[in-house]
Nanobody, 121 residues
Framework: QVQLVESGGGLVQAGGSLRLSCAAS????????MGWYRRAPGKQRELVAD???????NYADSVKGRFTISRDNAKGTVYLQMNSLKPEDTGVYYC???????????????WGQGTQVTVSS
């Protein structure tokens, strides 16, 4: 199992920036894709961005050009740099990791507890 701890959420005005971090801990065979999801008020959780262990990233159309995902494999950490924030970016942001577990090797995924991002207009 992998434990994920997020940080960096908060309140910001529209047009501002925030940087989210998510640190993974635990013993697994390999951490594969890591990503960020969000749940806006009254909506279902949706993918914001994810990134493979090799560094290939994928973004929701609504954040392309404004958000950048990156990761440090040595530290087991994934980041989300959010620029030009809009009120519609408000929500709880969750870190996700897809892993290969040890003994026997199998796929699993873990979720962080979530961090609140609020963008005021």
């Amino acid at each position: 199992q992998v434990q994920l701890v997020e940080s960096g959420g908060g309140l910001v005005q529209a047009g501002g920036s925030l940087r989210l971090s998510c640190a993974a801990s635990g013993v697994v065979y390999q951490i594969n894709a890591m990503g960020w999801y969000r749940r806006a008020p009254g909506k279902q959780r949706e993918l914001v961005a994810d990134i493979t262990a090799g560094g290939t990233s994928n973004y929701a159309d609504s954040v392309k050009g404004r958000f950048t995902i990156s990761r440090d494999n040595a530290k087991g950490t994934v980041y989300l740099q959010m620029n030009s924030l809009k009120p519609e970016d408000t929500g709880v942001y969750y870190c996700n990791a897809k892993v290969t577990t040890l003994g026997p090797l199998s796929s699993d995924e873990s979720w962080g507890q979530g961090t609140q991002v609020t963008v005021s207009s």
